[in-house]
C-alpha cells in the first residue's frame, strides 16, 4: 500500500496568492483528517471528513481556509489568501472508520508563506 | 481545562540505558490513548494504543506503555534505547465520548553514543 499521498511537499509562496494542498487517503479508508502543525501550537486538528462529509470543521482557523472531499480518494485543503502566519506543515491522514481507529499519516506539506 | 500534557520537552539518554516518557490526560471518562513517533522531515506513525482491558500495552519497535487510570498517565517505556529512536514523540487522546484525536505537545528525544 502506498499510504497516504501528500502533495507537495514542499510550498513557498507570497502573501496574497492562493494555496492549494493536496491528500489521497488509503484506499478503502472512511475517515480523513487535515493538521497542522506549528512551534507555538503544537499539532492542530482542523477538520476531518467521515465518508466524504466534513463531520468538524471548528478547528478551521479562520474564513481563508477551505476543505473539500470530492470524492473518497481525494482531498484539498486551500488557503486564500495566504499570511505569512500560516506557515506550517499541513499533515493529512487517514483512518479506517472513526477517528478512534488507528490514523495514518502522510509526510506533510511544508508551507512557507513570504 | 481537558488536556494532554508531556511535562518533559526535551529528554537526552545514553544509548543502551531505558527510557520513560510521561503522558498525563486530564479528562473525566478513561479515552482512548495513543503513542506517536515523528521523525525529522517525516509524518506520524502510531507506536501503540490502548482502547481497555491490560493496562500494560506493547507495541512496534520494542516500546511498551502503562495506563494508570488512578495517575491518569500513561508512560511510554523502552528497556534499551537506540539511536534510531531519536525523535519526537507525541501521546495523543481521543476523550471518552469524543471523536477527535487531541495531541500533546510532543517530547524530543535525543540519544547519545
Known amino acids: 500500500d502506498a499510504g497516504v499521498i501528500q502533495s507537495p511537499r514542499h510550498e513557498v509562496t507570497e502573501m496574497g496568492q492562493e494555496v492549494t494542498l493536496r491528500c489521497k487517503p488509503i484506499?478503502?479508508?472512511?475517515?480523513l483528517f487535515w493538521y497542522r502543525q506549528t512551534m507555538m501550537r503544537g499539532l492542530e486538528l482542523l477538520i476531518y471528513?467521515?465518508?466524504?462529509?466534513?463531520?468538524?470543521d471548528s478547528g478551521m482557523p479562520e474564513d481563508r481556509f477551505s476543505a473539500k472531499m470530492p470524492n473518497a480518494s481525494f482531498s484539498t485543503l486551500k488557503i486564500q489568501p495566504s499570511e505569512p502566519r500560516d506557515s506550517a506543515v499541513y499533515f493529512c491522514?487517514?483512518?479506517?472508520?472513526?477517528?478512534?481507529?488507528?490514523?495514518?499519516f502522510g509526510p506533510g506539506t511544508r508551507l512557507t508563506v513570504l | 481545562a481537558q488536556s494532554v500534557t508531556q511535562p518533559d520537552i526535551h529528554i537526552t539518554v545514553s544509548e543502551g540505558a531505558s527510557l520513560e516518557l510521561r503522558c498525563n490526560y486530564s479528562?473525566?471518562?478513561?479515552?482512548?490513548l495513543f503513542w506517536y513517533v515523528q521523525s525529522p522531515g517525516q509524518g506520524l506513525q502510531l507506536l501503540l494504543k490502548?482502547?481497555?482491558?491490560?493496562?500494560l500495552v506493547q507495541g512496534i519497535k520494542g516500546f511498551e506503555a502503562e495506563f494508570k487510570r488512578s495517575q491518569s498517565s500513561f508512560n511510554l517505556r523502552k528497556p534499551s534505547v537506540h539511536w534510531s529512536d531519536a525523535a519526537e514523540y507525541f501521546c495523543?487522546?481521543?476523550?471518552?465520548?469524543?471523536?477527535?484525536?487531541?495531541f500533546g505537545a510532543g517530547t524530543i528525544l535525543r540519544v547519545k553514543s
Open positions: 491522514a487517514s483512518a479506517a472508520a472513526a477517528s478512534t481507529d488507528t490514523q495514518y
Open positions: 484506499s478503502g479508508h472512511n475517515s
Open positions: 471528513f467521515n465518508n466524504n462529509v466534513p463531520i468538524d
Open positions: 479528562y473525566g471518562a478513561t479515552p482512548y
Open positions: 490502548y482502547f481497555s482491558g491490560d493496562t
Open positions: 495523543a487522546v481521543v476523550p471518552g465520548g469524543g471523536n477527535k484525536l487531541v
